[in-house]
């Protein structure tokens, strides 16, 4: 297995929470930085938050204080917890390394904020 498998998105009332979760292979997980990325239609892919292999972690300003990011390095994978959501973070999330490599593009996951 070369690419992440993203599982946890879903349509959720504006307002809610959603849990993502990444696994990923030992190669990619051994690379320092990995990230949440997101892909709504019509705009480009961005960066939402990223963690270092030490815990680090940081996040787009659109999106601080409503989600979280943590890594485990023992399982291989990567959560981004999202609270407060609104109908703009709709996308197709994905995770990968930070800077993200083609290669490592896995099929995401669609998260819905919708009433």
């Known amino acids: 297995q070369v690419h992440p498998v993203e599982s946890g998105g879903g349509l959720v009332q504006p307002g809610g929470s959603l849990r993502l979760s990444c696994a990923a292979s030992r190669t990619i997980f051994s690379i320092d930085t990995m990230g949440w990325y997101r892909q709504a239609p019509g705009k480009q892919r961005e960066l939402v938050a990223r963690?270092?292999?030490?815990?680090?972690?940081d996040y787009a300003d659109s999106v601080k204080g409503r989600f979280t990011i943590s890594r485990d390095n023992v399982k291989r994978t990567v959560d981004l917890q999202m609270n407060s959501l609104k109908p703009e973070d709709t996308a197709g999330y994905y995770c990968n390394v930070v800077p993200f490599r083609a290669g490592y593009w896995g099929q995401g996951t669609q998260v819905t904020v919708s009433s």
């Open positions: 963690i270092t292999i030490g815990g680090y972690m």
